[in-house]
């Protein structure tokens, strides 16, 4: 049986932005007009114990960011949408990308104070490189901003693409006065408050302009004339390009307003992509031959592309978030995880609204599952009901800082090493066992990464442990053309050999002279700075 049908009422993308670009807020706010949840936690607000439904840890609470991706599932207008919520913050910017790997599109959240900001570059980056079609939202309307046809510019160029504006604002600040939609042709009024809902707006048609002129004088005049400019040099709408990335719609409004966001939920629906087939590896007769798979396809296959530790702190369970690439999942289905070749049985298998999870009778290509495992699965692994084949594509970067944990009670070092162990299959944070014995090493990408990893392991494991500083600076997995030659390789760095959390054997460096000398040394080793899923492809570096 096909799961056409089912495959093409998906749509599956995730929210980048900025720190601060009001990301979490409009998550809220999509949740809240589909009808997923009843009322939003103000991000803002927390002294009240409303924190965002999408912001679970406690450290999340504390500091008012989100430091953990999240997912959500909700259905508007009979097609079932799963949102990805990403840690805005760059020392978390490993998650996301892991994450932007789950999804089918990508809706770009910008201050219209600030414009394109660095993290909001990174991310693009990422979404560049897979072609990975963008929503472009402007946020913040009703405060002081810069002119919307600068913040075309600016996206524009950072983007390298296009822009289409599909609705435009009426003033900025204090008079801002609404949006006007393109494709309806009709003005929506402003009014502040974030208890309204999308019906509660005022809509006029732009037919009636000596009324909107009446209402808005100048603004609305400046608005026409820039928005005239702004589709002279813009593209028409062509859906084939935007779903090739080569252009952006663009969307004006406040999102803790609830103004704007009604918009960009209809376009979700009508514009983004539904799942895409996905490009996979299998080796047939000792040859690996890539091959591609439909989401249409009647086998089923995912990939793991996030594990998270102790979502229920009752349980200590740990959770493997699961794309579903293709085919249909049912419970009770013997699946198996092609790395090892073990058979997964998964005990409990959930949908997502946060921290609420709710038991799944079905999930197609699209959705996002995740099962409850004891081990056994890692980041980057491929699960099927059979069918041998591999996914490729899940980065890990070679970490920039480097601490030793030195644990304050001996006698906790059992809990230690599973607190690191199950944090490292995680990817809150690549742990690095040196082969020559001594404290375990920690590497991250920023320094919030050890924090939170330090809170967590006090409060999840009970290890109260002291992150030192560390010689290293950095670190380059290695592979080699024949065993041997690495074995000599080895043999000449004994003490800067280490393995990570996937048993991928690593270089670990002083200072960035220290790979140049070693490659000259030994023009045979191959040093990689990202490492692609659990130590089986390495992308050259």
């Not at 589909?34 to 609470?61: C, F, L, Y």
């Not at 002291?466 to 080699?480: D, F």
Request: glycine share 8%.
């Amino acid at each position: 049986m096909s799961h056409a049908k089912e495959t093409r009422r998906r749509r599956t993308f995730a929210i980048i932005s900025h720190p601060d670009a009001g990301k979490t807020t409009l998550t809220e706010k999509l949740l809240l007009f589909s009808g997923a949840i009843q009322i939003a936690g103000s991000v803002k607000a927390r002294k009240a114990s409303r924190h965002a439904t999408s912001d679970w840890m406690e450290i999340e609470k504390q500091r008012g960011i989100s430091v953990a991706s999240s997912v959500m599932q909700m259905v508007y207008r009979d097609h079932v949408i799963n949102l990805l919520d990403t840690p805005g913050h760059k020392d978390f910017s490993e998650d996301t990308y892991r994450v932007l790997t789950a999804v089918d599109s990508a809706l770009m959240v910008i201050d219209a104070a600030n414009g394109v900001e660095a993290q909001t570059r990174r991310l693009i980056e990422v979404c560049r490189q897979r072609d990975t079609p963008i929503i472009t939202f402007v946020n913040k309307m009703d405060r002081e901003v810069r002119d919307p046809l600068d913040i075309l510019d600016e996206v524009e160029r950072e983007l390298g693409m296009p822009c289409v504006p599909m609705t435009w604002p009426v003033g900025q600040g204090k008079s801002f006065g609404g949006i006007i939609n393109l494709r309806t042709e009709a003005m929506t009024v402003f009014e502040s408050g974030s208890e309204r809902r999308p019906q509660d707006f005022e809509t006029l048609p732009l037919t009636e302009r000596d009324k909107l002129v009446a209402r808005f004088g100048n603004a609305f005049e400046t608005a026409e004339e820039s928005m005239e400019l702004a589709v002279g040099a813009s593209p028409a709408w062509d859906r084939e390009a935007f779903l090739a990335a080569r252009q952006t719609p663009v969307f004006f409004g406040s999102g803790v307003n609830n103004f704007g966001v009604m918009e960009v939920l209809d376009a979700l629906v009508d514009m983004a992509p539904p799942p895409r087939p996905r490009t996979s590896s299998a080796v047939v007769n000792r040859q690996t031959q890539e091959q591609v798979i439909q989401p249409e396809d009647d086998t089923f296959a995912g990939v793991v592309f996030k594990v998270q530790a102790n979502m229920d702190a009752n349980h200590r369970d740990r959770i493997a978030f699961v794309r579903v690439a293709s085919g249909k999942y049912k419970p009770g289905m013997k699946l198996k995880v092609q790395r090892t070749g073990k058979e997964l049985r998964p005990t409990s298998v959930v949908t997502f609204l946060s921290q609420r999870r709710e038991a799944v009778d079905e999930a197609y290509a699209g959705d996002i599952i995740g099962f409850t495992t004891h081990g056994g699965v890692q980041l980057g692994d491929t699960i099927t009901d059979g069918a041998n084949l591999q996914f490729t594509g899940l980065p890990f970067f070679a970490p920039e800082m480097f601490m030793t944990v030195v644990l304050k009670n001996p006698l906790r070092t059992k809990q230690l090493q599973q607190g690191l162990a199950q944090l490292g299959e995680e990817g809150a944070i690549q742990v690095f066992k040196p082969d020559a014995g001594g404290n375990m090493l920690l590497g991250a990408v920023g320094q919030l990464q050890f924090e939170v990893v330090q809170h967590r392991l006090k409060t999840e494991y009970d290890c109260d442990v002291r992150l030192e500083g560390s010689q290293y600076t950095g670190a380059r997995w290695i592979t080699a053309d024949t065993p041997a030659e690495l074995r000599e390789f080895e043999n000449a760095y004994p003490l800067r050999m280490a393995h990570d959390a996937a048993d991928a054997l690593a270089y670990l460096c002083t200072s960035p002279y220290d790979v140049r000398l070693a490659q000259e040394r030994f023009p045979k080793i191959h040093f990689h700075p990202l490492r692609e899923h659990a130590g089986l492809a390495l992308q050259a570096g």
